[in-house]
């Protein structure tokens, strides 16, 4: 396996007579943003605890770089918690720096590390604040800085963008960009799938503690569903209905949006289009992330 890869291969997971996780099987690149998505329950924050060891699997294994992640190289791995693991009373650079130490920085290099983290964060002016005088978008800058202060060779972040204006959802969008620019693997889970798609390489969908799709954003939204909008001006759009294979979604007036089934021929709907009159616009539409989100997760519920 190449350097500086993240393997979670195959691990399950019970509580009782629940499920939590099946064969949970996905890899992240060196220097490759991986967002991972999925319904509340679906088994991310499981996977990831998991993955950090703070729950232990029933069966299957984390592996980084080839070999099986032990507690050494978990104190080289950042973690972003979705429920915030900070100590309330604490002062913030106090308390990164002394989440450094326990990484294994001295605390020179811890104290140069936060304070390089703190400014960067945009947290200067509240770095001799109790963490639980901030706001929660700063709580949430201090959760990233104790992630990222022991300088790790991988992240692994929990719902990072929840409770972000959009100010701030930028500079955590470049962070983590910055992070896979020098070739640490990155994986996040969040509800945002817009940003998921403007953001990552790759996208894992999980569903009920498995893995359901897995790949490139652009190659996830071309297997979805085939959509076209066809724009006959002249007629009322009745010509899309009854075609073999295909589906129509919507007319409006003489604009139609019809889906292809498995023998569904874009070029018959065309042919159908242009007996009723001029065809305007004949465009293929790609799913977005959040559309193939719903459509695979309604498939596999129907299953």
């Not at 297997?223 to 724009?231: A, I, M, T, Y």
Request: glycine share 10%.
């Amino acid at each position: 396996m190449a350097e500086g890869v993240l393997e979670i291969d195959r691990v399950s997971k019970r509580y009782g007579n629940v499920r939590a996780l099946h064969q949970m099987t996905f890899e992240v690149h060196a220097g490759e943003l991986f967002g991972f998505v999925g319904s509340n329950g679906a088994g991310k924050t499981t996977t990831m605890r998991i993955a950090l060891g703070v729950l232990a699997a029933d069966s299957g294994e984390v592996r980084f770089d080839g070999q099986p992640v032990d507690l050494a190289t978990r104190r080289q791995i950042g973690y972003m918690p979705e429920e915030r693991g900070l100590y309330p009373k604490m002062k913030v650079r106090e308390q990164l720096v002394y989440l450094a130490q326990l990484h294994g920085m001295s605390t020179a290099d811890a104290r140069r590390a936060t304070d390089a983290w703190v400014n960067r964060l945009g947290l200067s002016a509240r770095r001799d604040d109790e963490v639980q005088k901030l706001s929660l978008g700063n709580q949430q800058r201090v959760q990233l800085a104790a992630a990222l202060v022991h300088d790790p060779v991988a992240l692994v972040l929990d719902e990072p963008f929840s409770g972000l204006d959009p100010v701030a959802v930028d500079v955590m969008s470049e962070v983590l960009r910055e992070q896979a620019a020098r070739g640490v693997p990155v994986v996040f889970s969040s509800h945002q799938l817009e940003l998921v798609e403007r953001l990552c390489d790759r996208v894992g969908i999980v569903r009920s503690g498995q893995m359901v799709a897995s790949g490139g954003v652009t190659e996830l939204r071309e297997s979805g569903p085939v959509r076209l909008v066809v724009d006959t001006p002249e007629s009322d759009g009745e010509w899309a209905t009854g075609l073999t294979g295909v589906r129509v979604v919507a007319i409006d007036g003489g604009r139609v949006t019809v889906e292809l089934g498995e023998d569904g021929d874009d070029q018959q709907v065309l042919a159908a289009a242009l007996k009723s009159g001029p065809v305007r616009e004949f465009t293929r539409l790609r799913p977005s992330l959040t559309e193939l989100f719903r459509n695979v997760v309604t498939e596999q519920g129907a299953s």
